[in-house]
């Protein structure tokens, strides 16, 4: 195919160039002789063009470019991930209401054993007195919605200590456990764990925006507990705060289980 091109800096004689091959166009174009408004034409061709519209329909002509060894590999890889992603989420058996409330009865002793350990602690130390904080605690337990049982119980001396090492103590046990075990020691018991919705382990970052929105949960037992209750009409039993971290609660897979079912993918697929 030959190939010519109007020279516009040509002001006098024949401003038509050619013929040339292709490859010795494309080197008039690296060298700017060629730009995007230069006409051309080819053989073939009915009227002149831009190159910029020549080389447009250039591309198109061409055959698709075949993929590298290298590529051919990864999208292979990523397949077989997409695959055993896609038997890992079918195999899933979520939790419901009861065992998850069973694993959160089981977290809540566990903290509240150490949360009666740092009583004794601060009360042998002199900063609370053991007995007005039980009282105080259980006149709040008996009216909840009261202001007065609240702010005797907030006014006790020492009882702001307690709180903020309890707290931070809950919140180092929920985030800590989730993003490295993927389970509370109640979840661990119950044989269930946390995922993501995409079926990976959670990040710390995920793990403590599930932990600020399990407080938000709490918040809504005001209202009949209506944030745990949504785990009861939801499909995939999710509780609000699994709403706002993207996450599941579900079933440990017996090694023995998901191995074969992975397997079984890979042969249908095979086959």
């Known amino acids: 195919m030959k190939w010519y091109f109007i020279d516009e800096s040509i002001t006098d004689g024949e401003r038509r160039q050619g013929p040339y091959s292709i490859d010795e166009i494309h080197e008039f174009v690296n060298q700017g002789k060629i730009s995007d408004n230069t006409l051309v034409w080819h053989s073939g061709e009915s009227d002149w063009k831009t190159w910029k519209e020549a080389s447009q329909a250039l591309k198109e002509d061409l055959p698709p470019v075949p993929p590298t060894d290298e590529e051919m590999l990864k999208d292979t890889i990523e397949a077989l991930e997409q695959i055993v992603k896609e038997s890992k989420f079918r195999s899933r058996k979520f939790a419901g209401f009861f065992v ?17 350990i740092t009583l004794l602690v601060l009360s042998s130390a002199g900063v609370l007195d053991f007995e007005t904080v039980q009282q105080a605690t259980s006149a709040y337990i008996n009216d909840p919605i009261s202001a ?29 456990f989730q993003a490295i075990f993927s389970a509370t020691p109640g979840k661990m018991l119950a044989r269930i764990h946390i995922e993501t919705t995409d079926g990976e382990r959670l990040t710390w970052i995920t793990s403590a925006a599930r932990y600020l929105g399990s407080i938000l949960t709490q918040f809504t037992l005001a209202i009949y507990g209506l944030g745990y209750l949504i785990v009861c009409i939801d499909p995939k039993r999710r509780a609000l705060h699994d709403w706002i971290a993207r996450t599941y609660v579900v079933h440990n897979t017996p090694k023995g289980k998901d191995d074969n079912a992975k397997k079984s993918e890979g042969d249908k697929e095979i086959q």
């Open 100 to 116: 998850r409330a069973f694993a959160c009865v089981v977290d809540n002793l566990i903290l509240g054993f150490f949360g009666g």
């Open 148 to 176: 007065e049982s609240t702010n005797k119980l907030l006014s006790t001396p020492g009882i702001s200590t307690f709180i903020t090492i309890w707290s931070v103590a809950q919140a180092i046990y929920f985030i800590a």
